[in-house]
């Protein structure tokens, strides 16, 4: 096999989870702008996410969020997402929507409310038994507004203790995804805050705890790559949540920021071994402002993109230039790579799929948008208020 | 009159305006966690703003923010602060809550949205008129998620057409204060991001137009004590919305974050001359997870604390310091009056004025935390989402 | 013409000026790591930027740095440009490294050092009329490292009156480029930290004061776009110093660390009529641990394919989605223009101004590295300390 | 023991251990601005450091650099410290001004470097034997500039193998402690960037490796007390290299950029056990522009002033609150004790010690700026060019 053909067969097994959660209605603070044609039931999200699948070919499975995506029948929903040619993928939890959890929820300074966060928890592991998800992502927004307001070390405690009830009750098969986030929604003392604090307590957990890279989740200046290098070099890394963001947790689309950023966590991704269905590769995003399939569709060709980059990467050269310190020409060869116009490979390898080689003007032309605006009408729009 | 006598009398003479909207429920994008004994209507908010002026003696004035505080009769209520002991202030514009401002409001690319929000400011100015408020306060949400979304510069263009409008229709003895804020909601570019954006269109604008400073509003390590002092040498410093944050507008308790910036912020104030009621001190906060009332009530002292310790500073020692170039001389006459407990001193002015040496404590006594919490039943608690 | 002539045309006629420090050695306050064939005079700086210039066609003028580069005769170090094909450029002021200077230049404390600031500024002045360049280009080092060091607000008159000096002085033809920073070397203070200072003080000077855009002196996070939009819509953007960031002022090869940023910045240029010769477009970099002259070769290249990208945006299609509100459309032209390889545009532009359209290979074939490297052996290497 | 009797035991017992290099000139990148009086020599280092003990008594040991303080008899260097009130402490290693380390030192692609920069760090253990010092400090300035540049995770396996080494050689009472740096001197990766990486390496080569905080080496809005929390919790707190910092690595005195952080660190401490010998507290900072010893000692003083709050806090009432969930209460538990001036306890303390209460006076008064100006004429002041 040549090597552009290796390149494109690895295109070809690209998945990109995309959450359930992105197709409906988010915002900030200060407004949550709703669109028409929001889905309003965990089946309508799944249905605009094969939408993805179809045009992309390149987004298999979709994430639930519980409870916001909860359903009496989880097989039911499983079969609903066959039905459309996706499956379903990670479980996330939340244990943050609850007035219960205003001082936090596993990290709560009552045991009464951690208890009720740990059963949420426990709840998702069920959930993933019915659905057949191998990953569960705890994302906490534990933390304290203002010093002294908790403290910090018994916190950690209470995480630990948490963590490891919830490690126990999982499956053979079953992984645990632990995320962290540099602030927001807490202010002062974030309890996940940073990758050190997710990998000290997957370390100890055991290997179903895996470290997932929210790519949106740092502090200004973080060079991800070198976490993503980290954590693959320590076997930790579970999985992105890809996203991009100029300022906080932006949650903007996938490469809208900084491409080239995406670009070098791809490469370190490839570089590393992580190419593999053992780092899952999802999307976190909120569409606040834009038409939200075509924006995750978007995203989806974004990642393709830099995945592409990264594979064209000539590491020969690159090596060789490294190994006698040439600092020009190694980085000229990374750049040689990011700057090539990949998007005609792309086309290629869609064509090769069998699918439109341009995914945005095919769903455009589809008439989706105007079909769930005209019949997704009444009910409730899904959100993030549960 | 000796130094300390004339810091006391400063001291008396403080005031700084508690923002409505304050008392109401407020939370992040996740989670808006309601309080028991939030106020339902404008004339409730009124009602706790009374109590934080009753207890610090230095909180004479409330801003409203229109629509969130809109009523029929503004006379009336202007009529019914008096009867509780405080005074209207300043007059809030929203210009983000609305269907229609997805993509802006002053600088939305479609005509008719942008007469929508002028239209909106100039009922501000009618409010005023009504009220006898001194200042519009003007902040805008507008800006842009993506490159390319909107035009940059055409969005200036239209944002100096707007100012300019609302301009020409303030009275004789009303300003515009004009907000900047570095970002959010806006992730990509935000249309009036720093102090010198404000500052050139004030200056375009007249001598009514002036900048105001909110302390959260700006890029990670800005010196904002040096943008009060440059803005002061220009005359053209309005006032200020004061919070605390760690990491972005979280809008904090005034203080909380880092006391001595605030206390660096009111060196300057008072060092420029800027400690006259041409400087409007304003509070802008949300106090997310911790009781409102006593949390403004926190807020005001630490203003007061920050305050007390810049008129504290030996200006002549300090002259004479930095005139010989002696930097650790200078920096020790600032850090005496930082260091400087100032508690003692602002209970004897309390006491002066008629009022309990501690507010915090004074109204716990007070009972009306449980008052409310048992009145305030039914009804549609206040807060953000109009 | 047809569009993309029109292209081609407006990329022959692009110039970056290239800095003659950048050619001398630099490094980090840890060390200084000496290079093989460094110039060990101004003329040597200058023979080093006439081979940029040979290669790329796109850097005909060479910025001095005074007293860096200063020589009895300036005449004869123009004839000496001349004779390898380039021009002197901007002058470059230096009130950062006499002993004197340690609490700063034209806003330090005590008069005279002040005088001696603004007599070298004059001086510099005099070498502009010597050498026929346009530009003063003013950085200064001038801050506080400590809260109370200073009196941040007289210091902002000394500022003024320097300057007032200074601007009195230009001729018809010449101009003063205000550079602002946001820290280094001061730590707590500096006296033109943002946009928003340097423009308030260009303002009052007149025309020929012009702010100078460095695009690694910006708080993190900073839309640097946003700024050259809003100095070109106030007719006060006089030019540009090229560099990039990760984290502070790192002084990397333009381009390296954020190239969508830098297509970005273009593209306001362009759009904000900004790619004329009155926009200045010039490197301010520190090669510390690469090989200098190829890396300013790659600078230039790297400046010329944002330009490229810029100039193919195809801005009515732009404005078509930007009108209709069309987030993802519009985002998307923009994006087009980013993802294309213009590296085969710019190979064409230079074939047909009879270069070799790979400028870095025909660099690496000339065998100026070995030559200078085996020729300038002896005497004492070019570098920041005078 | 009443409680405050406690806290002023403690406060006798707190030692700070200032850096030899600290006394010597240091600088930015554009000027090292000399002063009168700097040492020439290891042994006036060390007599400046003794001045520093003797008017805070609080500071018993000196840290050396090696090979800034390179001797050819340690034991005599120890005994010149013990004569004049000090002893000799941490030894700090230096892998970043020899000109083999333009790429990197363990780090370095080529394997004679790497053994270049592993044998100077057997040397430091060298050095500790002979003057007893139990702790080898290593910061390594390396990492990369330019994507591309070099192999981010063969970097972290050369690095692994070169701590691997160094540790086996340490004897059964010394100890490594290993820092990590945000960015600086590299401007893209740099090797041990984070605690996480520091904290995953030290725990891989097991008890002896531990986590050194340095508190300018974060990331813009680090919460860096909960590193210390984290560290202390996981028993990986080896000491702290205390400085402060408006923006970067500024290296400004403790204390003087951010007190308020600089009390929460120290709570942390107090809070997590960590007031024992085991957390060794260091100064690490440049004194570009102030006079040096006594810039020493206010420092002490100011870790001192932040201990001693640290210590008044009362942690009943502060659990109490934090059980009890009262954010407004807690954080007033903390502030209270922040909010105390204790300056005068600190002067009693002194007293007690039989010291000038007041160290900044008395080092003013005892003449030794004067005398040390005069003698130390000639020569080679110190600074961190070897």
């Given at each position: 096999m040549t090597e552009l053909a290796a390149v494109k067969a690895a295109l070809k097994t690209q998945a990109v989870e995309t959450p359930s959660w992105a197709y409906g209605n988010s915002g900030t603070r200060f407004k949550v702008f709703a669109q028409q044609g929001?889905?309003?039931?965990p089946q309508e999200k799944i249905e605009d996410a094969a939408k993805v699948h179809e045009f992309?070919?390149?987004?298999?499975t979709v994430a639930l969020h519980i409870p916001w995506d909860r359903v009496d029948d989880y097989a039911a929903l499983a079969r609903h997402a066959e039905d459309h040619g996706v499956r379903l993928g990670t479980i996330n939890s939340n244990?943050?929507?609850?007035?219960?959890?205003?001082?936090?929820?596993?990290?709560?300074?009552e045991a009464s409310v951690r208890r009720k966060a740990v059963d949420h928890l426990l709840e998702c592991v069920d959930v993933m038994d019915a659905t057949g998800s191998r990953d569960l992502k705890l994302w906490f927004a534990d933390g304290?507004?203002?010093?002294?307001?908790?403290?910090i070390r018994a916190r950690q405690d209470r995480l630990a203790e948490a963590l490891a009830e919830v490690y126990a009750r999982l499956g053979d098969d079953q992984r645990m995804l632990l995320e962290y986030k540099f602030f927001e929604p807490a202010?002062?003392?974030?309890?996940?805050?940073?990758w050190g604090t997710a990998y000290a307590h997957c370390l100890k957990l055991g290997p179903k705890a895996q470290v997932v890279v929210d790519?949106?989740?740092?502090?200004?200046?973080?060079?991800?790559e070198f976490i993503v290098a980290s954590l693959l070099r320590e076997g930790k890394l579970g999985g992105f949540d890809f996203n991009s963001r100029f300022?906080?947790?932006?949650?903007?689309?996938?490469?809208?920021?900084?491409p080239f950023q995406l670009f070098r966590i791809m490469y370190e991704v490839v570089r590393g071994g992580?190419?593999?269905?053992e780092v899952a590769f999802m999307l976190d995003q909120c569409h606040n402002i834009e038409a939200k399939v075509p924006a995750i569709i978007r995203s989806v060709m974004n990642v393709q993109e830099a995945t592409a980059k990264a594979l064209l990467v000539d590491r020969d050269a690159l090596a060789a230039a490294q190994a006698a310190g040439d600092v020009l020409a190694a980085n000229g060869v990374l750049m040689d790579a990011y700057s090539t116009d990949v998007r005609p490979l792309l086309a290629e390898v869609r064509g090769e799929l069998?699918?439109?080689?341009?995914p945005m003007a095919s769903y455009r032309r589809s008439g989706w948008a105007e079909k769930i605006a005209g019949a997704r009408v009444g009910g409730q729009q899904a959100g993030w208020g549960a």
């Open positions: 929001v889905p309003r039931t992309t070919g390149a987004a298999p244990t943050f929507q609850d007035d219960d959890y205003k001082l936090g929820s596993v990290c709560h300074p304290t507004n203002y010093p002294g307001q908790d403290d202010f002062y003392s974030t309890d996940v805050p940073d790519t949106g989740h740092h502090a200004p200046g973080t060079n991800i300022y906080a947790d932006d949650d903007l689309m996938a490469g809208a920021a900084d992580g190419f593999t269905p069998g699918l439109d080689p341009d």
